[in-house]
């Protein structure tokens, strides 16, 4: 791998669940080669507290989350990003700002952990769950040679991640 850094942004529509537990993942895992954000098209205003636990059991610092609109992203002075990644199937479907640097992007959907209705016990494991797919999608990403594939295969690459 390069020394280059890259900026990665999750979006998805509350910021609140899925988006910020990929943020925590991707910090965590990219060996200082990555920087995660989050962001949402329609921000909650505020972290799920499950998913914020789930961070937690990973062993994954949960100081700083907020939920935020993903236009904070596409004002000028923003971080560049690099890649921009859906993890909601309706946030995929939505018109999104355009971003500067046209990042290369992808539809990493999950199921939304927050809508499940059960017991804290139950909600715990699909946080859980949810986690994990969204830590091995990262995990198949990180292992790509980003510095010796084009922009095409790289493109290909984590389209193809989305859908496993």
Same mark, same amino acid.
């Given at each position: ?11 998805? =529509? !509350? +910021?609140?669940? @899925? ?7 991707? +910090?965590?895992?990219?060996?200082? +080669?990555?920087? *995660? ?10 972290? +799920? ?7 937690? @059991? ?7 989350? @907020? ?10 002075? *923003? ?10 199937? #309706? ?15 992808? !539809? ?6 927050? =809508?499940? #209705?059960? =017991?804290?016990?139950?909600? =715990? ?10 830590? @091995? ?15 095409? *295969?790289? #493109? ?7 859908? #496993?």
């Amino acid at each position: 791998m390069s020394d280059k850094v890259y900026n990665v942004l999750f979006v998805c =529509t !509350h +910021n609140s669940a @899925r988006s910020i537990m990929a943020e925590g993942l991707l +910090n965590s895992m990219g060996r200082g +080669n990555f920087v *995660a954000f989050s962001a949402g098209s329609h921000p909650d205003g505020q972290v +799920n507290p499950f998913a914020l636990k789930t961070l937690e @059991r990973m062993g994954i610092p949960t100081d700083g989350y @907020r939920s935020k609109d993903w236009a904070e992203f596409a004002r000028p002075g *923003a971080p560049h990003m690099d890649f921009v990644f859906t993890v909601c199937d #309706q946030a995929a479907g939505e018109v999104c700002p355009v971003w500067p640097g046209q990042p290369m992007t992808a !539809h990493w959907g999950v199921p939304d952990p927050a =809508t499940f #209705q059960g =017991t804290d016990e139950a909600r =715990t494991k699909v946080f859980w769950d949810t986690a994990v797919i969204l830590k @091995r999608r990262i995990e198949l990403m990180l292992a790509l040679p980003l510095a010796s594939l084009d922009r095409l *295969a790289i #493109q290909r690459e984590i389209k193809d991640i989305g859908a #496993q």
